[in-house]
Nanobody, 119 residues
Framework: QVHLVESGGGLVQRGGSLRLSCEAS????????MGWYRHTKQNTRELVAG???????NYADSVKGRFTISRDDAKTTLYLQMNSLEPEDTAVYYC?????????????WGQGTQVTVSS
């Protein structure tokens, strides 16, 4: 079991910045990939940014150049630096880690943190 706790959400004006953090505990040896998703008002969950065990990153087109995903050396804390925030970035953001095993993948999720960008 991996337990995830997010922090860092809040209310910010357009053009502002926020930094989200996600602390992982428990069976961290199970962690393969890590990432941030967001749940939008349209009731969809989309991948915002991901990072692999080797440090490879990928981003949604809508956040490229504005958001940066990173993690600490122990791979127990995940970050999302969000700059130049826009109202369209308003959502609940969830930390995700994946455990790949033979035949499948198991997802762990945090409780979510609200990000609201005012215009």
């Amino acid at each position: 079991q991996v337990h995830l706790v997010e922090s860092g959400g809040g209310l910010v004006q357009r053009g502002g910045s926020l930094r989200l953090s996600c602390e992982a505990s428990g069976s961290i040896f199970e962690i393969n990939a890590m990432g941030w998703y967001r749940h939008t008002k349209q009731n969809t969950r989309e991948l915002v940014a991901g990072i692999t065990t080797t440090g490879g990153t990928n981003y949604a087109d809508s956040v490229k150049g504005r958001f940066t995903i990173s993690r600490d050396d122990a791979k127990t804390t995940l970050y999302l630096q969000m700059n130049s925030l826009e109202p369209e970035d308003t959502a609940v953001y969830y930390c995700n880690v994946k455990n790949y095993y033979t035949g499948g993948v198991y997802d762990y999720w945090g409780q979510g943190t609200q990000v609201t960008v005012s215009s």
